[in-house]
């Protein structure tokens, strides 16, 4: 924080790597580390995979194995349809999903002063957790929408599609504009719940990160403060992290059960 006031501090911590300007402004730092946790998460399971043991398995194998099987069984309870797909989906969301929360486990500077100290830019601006990035919560709802939709379409077919958006609540066609408008507000919030609980809960809980980072710069009774403050957040928001790669995950499944399973009306 040498040289910096606690706003630009703040300020520094909270603006993307971009590139591009305007509608195709990109933020680097979100696409690298989404990546870097997507290879992260390929790579342990591939491990695993080409390791995997009938005897005494190794802590990896078994935290795997659990979290396979404890996914597989979330999705057998909530999606009555073929699980071929919808299983593995929801084993991916929910692992990547804690992954790049889990970055947001690593102090706020550490990140930001390596990648300085390879550039050679110490003003370069890093975001390392793309969860907090809302066009990466919104990129990844919008996936979900875009299943919700094709899976309605393969359960019941174009013409159901237009059923369930036009008929229902009220099954007379006078109603139609009035069922649209109702079902087609269900359906697009919920893309848009999904995004901005992801994204406004690891935002808040960045801030707090930064806020505490903060203190560390004040005299030294503050600055003493700030080390339990930030062990006690820390742990506190590992519950938060894994929470909110659950109830992704869990929702995306309850969405595409219901869009599958949906009756006609």
């Not at 309870?77 to 593995?88: D, F, L, Q, S, T």
Request: charged share 10%; proline share 4%.
């Amino acid at each position: 924080m040498s040289g910096q006031t606690s706003i630009e501090y703040i300020q520094h911590h909270l603006t993307y790597l971009t590139t591009g300007e305007g509608f195709w402004t990109f933020n680097l730092d979100t696409f690298f580390f989404s990546i870097v946790c997507g290879l992260v998460f390929i790579g342990i399971f591939y491990k695993v995979a080409k390791k995997t043991t009938t005897g005494v398995p190794g802590k990896l194998q078994c935290a795997v194995e659990m979290a396979v099987e404890w996914i597989d069984g979330v999705v057998r309870e909530n999606y009555h349809g073929k699980r071929g797909v919808i299983a593995p989906l929801a084993l991916t969301i929910f692992v990547w999903v804690f992954i790049m929360n889990a970055i947001d486990l690593v102090p706020v500077d550490y990140i930001p002063q390596l990648f300085a100290l390879i550039s050679g830019d110490h003003h370069i601006p890093v975001r390392a957790v793309p969860t907090t990035d809302m066009n990466m919560t919104f990129a990844m709802s919008i996936s979900v929408f875009i299943l919700i939709l094709f899976y309605t379409v393969k359960s019941k077919g174009v013409t159901g599609l237009v059923k369930e958006y036009t008929l229902h609540p009220f099954n007379h066609w006078a109603f139609i504009p009035v069922n649209l408008l109702l079902e087609s507000v269900t359906l697009i919030s919920k893309p848009v719940s999904l995004a901005l609980r992801l994204f406004g809960n690891m935002y808040a809980g960045e801030l707090i990160f930064i806020l505490i980072a903060v203190m560390y710069s004040a005299n030294a009774f503050v600055a003493a403060m700030g080390v339990p403050l930030h062990l006690v957040w820390a742990i506190f928001h590992i519950l938060v992290i894994t929470l909110q790669a659950f109830v992704f995950m869990m929702l995306t499944v309850v969405y595409l059960s219901i869009a599958y399973n949906k009756a006609e009306h």
